[in-house]
């Protein structure tokens, strides 16, 4: 990826402004604010990214932002109701690994540079009571 060059973000207030730019129905819970040091480009790719990974593969459904802030790392997780993860956690941020016949394999490796830059990781894991919930963790502001 290019560059990072972090600023002051809100992960709650660019989750809600994504959110309102996607196809098909998302809720953002994201109660507070939720402050990191990031690049807010960077940051924007990865969670349309993930919104359009879990609309791949949750087409009608409601998908689901949340955003937290813990002590150490503030937390964006999408959350969708499809069929959940088909690879090993492992694989899926492997360049050229993926399980749609229109995908590269290219979109979760990007995801996982990008967030690497910015001094986060990124997680991928089946959702409880079924999907797949998407997590990018990145340290808070300070």
């Known amino acids: 990826p ?3 060059h972090p600023e002051r973000l809100d992960l709650a207030a660019l989750a809600r402004a994504v959110a309102a730019r996607c196809t098909g129905p998302v809720a953002v819970h994201a109660p507070a604010p939720a402050w990191v040091s990031a690049d807010r480009d960077h940051v924007e790719t990865v969670l ?6 879990a609309r ?3 087409p009608e459904g409601e998908l689901l932002v ?3 802030a813990g002590a150490r790392a503030a937390v964006m ?8 993860p088909q690879v090993p956690a492992e694989s899926a941020f492997q360049p050229w690994v993926t399980t749609r016949p229109e995908g590269t394999g290219l ?3 990007i995801v996982q540079a990008v967030a690497r830059a910015n001094g986060g990781r990124v997680e991928l894991a089946a959702r409880e009571g079924g999907g797949a919930a998407a997590r990018l963790e990145l340290p808070v502001e300070g």
């Open 77 to 84: 997780s999408v959350l969708d109701r499809g069929p959940g």
């Open 107 to 109: 979109g979760l490796a």
């Open 2 to 4: 290019p560059e990072a």
């Open 48 to 53: 349309e990214e993930l919104l359009a990974n």
């Open 56 to 58: 791949a593969f949750d």
């Open 66 to 68: 949340e955003v937290a």
